[in-house]
């Protein structure tokens, strides 16, 4: 394969993310060639796949484009992607996994599809090479996404493998985590890069502590997995790889923050798991940690930013306890907070009035399948926030 070859890179990300991935896109030099609710489209090589694999915070999957064309039948699917030369890119002795997303009439079972990509791929390498790679579904070697709307087809090589978004460090989870990508576009969103104090009440297993200190110095959010769909593919080479992530390990901050991270829970577990957690990704000195009640956190005085993911309750008497928690969150704000602004993500509409303050902006984010809102409260010093009439 030539690993140099310029070609479509659809990256994807989860629901609402989408802006939050163009902007990394941007900022690393890539052309947008178009985006959807479901990833970004743009255009490079298999070399900048490696590199975006290393770098995004925000992305699920780096898919490299390896064939465009007319599908009417399983059958012409079969014959397209038995055309490729597989056999230079995928070595027998490899495990393969096919993931397909198909919306045509003529198929209403997606494991069809799947299993014809695969047969193509093992049938191409088995009669070029006389053996064929295993299949499945584990995703830690080469996987293939087929995406198949009405007449169009579209096959690429997925070079993450597993979704970026399992950064490798939760190793001790704890409950309601956010997932890694999410957590990055909640701290982007915030505008926090390490030269205010952030305060983190309520931080469960630390996924925003941690991916907050990844982003305040600069560290790769790919550096801590050894594994990518990449490796697994031949033209797969070991010493660009090295060059590549020793290029980028440059820009990582190397002296210590000025500004304070602080992260707390009430629960002594919680704590625990997340000292774990950030010290697996290498940024526990960048963190401090306490048990205490969110109301009881120390907040460095000035105007740094605070950062709350609150349960939302999903039965009516969990709904009915939580909505004093909200309430002496707004009270929290209000008595202790000025100067400071806040964000608090949130799920359930009839909660979130119960902190009643005003807030100043609402942005969607969508953990898993809850719609949320992310909250921003600007707690002015000296005088009264604006109250709302809830
Ligand atoms: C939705 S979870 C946060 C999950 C976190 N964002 C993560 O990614 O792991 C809410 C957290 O609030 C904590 N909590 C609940 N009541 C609290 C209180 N009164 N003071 C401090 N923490 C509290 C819980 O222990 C739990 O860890």
């Not at 079969?78 to 002795?93: F, G, K, T």
């Not at 198929?107 to 006389?130: E, L, Q, W, Y």
């Not at 959010?221 to 020793?246: C, M, P, S, T, Y």
């Not at 625990?272 to 956190?297: P, R, S, Y």
């Amino acid at each position: 394969m030539n690993i140099q070859e310029r070609k479509d890179i659809l990256v994807t990300c989860g629901p609402g993310l989408k802006d939050y991935l163009q902007a990394e896109l941007e900022a690393l030099g890539f052309e947008i060639i178009n985006t959807h609710s479901g990833g970004v489209l743009t255009h490079g090589s298999f070399i900048d796949c490696m590199k975006l694999n290393f770098t995004l915070r925000t992305a699920f999957n780096v898919l490299y484009l390896m064939r465009q064309f007319r599908c009417r039948s399983p059958e012409e699917l079969y014959e397209q992607v038995y055309a490729i030369a597989w056999e230079n890119i995928i070595d027998p002795s490899e495990y393969l996994c096919v993931l397909s997303q198909v919306d045509t009439p003529s198929i209403d079972n997606t494991m069809f599809p799947n299993v014809k990509v695969k047969d193509a791929i093992v049938d191409r390498i088995n009669s070029k090479k006389g053996s064929r790679p295993d299949s499945g579904r584990e995703r830690g070697n080469v996987v293939v996404n087929l995406f198949w709307k009405r007449d169009k087809a579209w096959l690429y090589l997925n070079t993450s493998g597993v979704k970026l978004s399992d950064r490798n460090y939760r190793k001790m989870p704890y409950k309601a985590p956010l997932r890694e990508s999410l957590a990055a576009a909640i701290i982007t969103a915030t505008g926090f890069d390490g030269s205010c104090d952030l305060v983190l009440p309520m931080c469960g297993s630390g996924t925003l502590a941690i991916e907050a200190a990844l982003i305040a110095m600069n560290k790769p959010a790919g550096a801590l997995r050894n594994n990518f769909g990449f490796k697994h593919v031949k033209g797969f080479d070991e010493r660009i790889w090295e060059q590549l992530r020793r290029d980028i390990n440059k820009g990582v901050r190397k002296k210590a923050l000025t500004k304070r991270i602080i992260a707390t829970d009430i629960s002594e577990e919680a704590i625990t798991a997340a000292q774990q957690n950030a010290k697996t990704a290498g940024v526990g000195h960048l963190i401090d940690f306490k048990v205490c009640d969110f109301a009881d956190t120390d907040l460095p005085s000035g105007d740094g930013l605070i950062v709350m993911n609150p349960e939302y309750g999903s039965r009516m008497g969990e709904i009915e306890k939580l909505e004093t928690e909200y309430k002496r969150i707004g009270d929290f704000l209000k008595q202790r907070c000025a100067g400071y602004t806040a964000y608090i993500l949130v799920g359930n509409k009839e909660l979130s009035a119960k902190i009643r303050l005003k807030a100043s902006r609402r942005m969607v984010f969508y953990n898993g399948k809850i719609e949320c809102r992310l909250l921003k409260y600007e707690l002015y010093k000296g005088i009264k926030p604006p109250q709302n009439s809830k």
